[in-house]
């Protein structure tokens, strides 16, 4: 296969598990952001976290909603665990690194909370033991997910599971699907016509 050859295929695959992923979840997209929304309407916050390149995009959708994704906007609550490394390590250190988000969920997160827990594998030991604590809180459960990510699915009240193994087309559907989420949130509870962002 030749380097343009390499290319082709990588943007085909992408597009193709995304027209998928979003044909079978489109339902499920209206309804997660329309919780997302009355969450935020109600004094709720939302709680992201995942490692490696989810925990990068756990960062980048708070990001979206805590500063503004495509309109002039009052902040709105978002908080990606990963980010503060003194809690992070400090946790890793003293107890165990599997507990570095539950503990955080334990200590922030309050009943009506939103939380999008972000696992390729569906199997990171941290990740799911947070998605447990939050379920104790009776927090709502959003998972974003891969074809093998059973155990996080089975335990998130929306899980969105893309249909594939590959991680590289799974993290891309992830950070299209957030991105579609920032922008219905922003137009249910604002409903201005969009405006481009600078970035």
């Known amino acids: 296969m030749t380097i343009k050859e390499t290319i082709q295929k990588c943007v085909k695959d992408s597009i ?15 309804e997660v ?14 709680l992201l976290f995942g490692n490696g390149g989810s925990a990068t995009d756990a960062s980048h959708i708070a990001a979206e909603f805590v500063n503004r994704f495509k309109c002039e906007r009052p902040g709105l609550p978002a908080i990606a665990l990963n980010t503060d490394m003194a809690v992070v390590t400090s946790i890793a250190n ?17 009943e009506g909370d939103i939380v999008i827990a972000i696992s390729t594998s569906g199997g990171s030991k941290n990740v799911l033991k ?23 699915a089975e335990k998130s009240l929306y899980p969105f599971v893309v249909p594939t193994t590959d991680t590289a087309r799974i993290q891309e559907t992830h950070i299209t699907l ?4 920032c922008q219905l949130v922003e137009e249910i509870l604002f409903q201005f016509p969009t405006k481009k962002s600078k970035h």
């Open 130 to 152: 947070a998605v447990d604590a939050a379920n104790k809180k009776k927090l709502i459960v959003i998972a974003f997910t891969g074809e093998k990510g059973v155990k996080l």
């Open 33 to 46: 952001a329309k919780a997302i929304a009355g969450a935020f309407s109600g004094g709720r916050k939302l």
């Open 94 to 110: 003293d107890y165990d690194f599997s507990e570095v988000f539950a503990r955080q969920i334990k200590s922030l997160a309050q």
């Open 16 to 30: 193709e598990v995304k027209e998928r992923f979003f044909s079978e979840n489109i339902e499920r997209i209206e």
């Open 178 to 181: 957030a991105h579609v989420l």
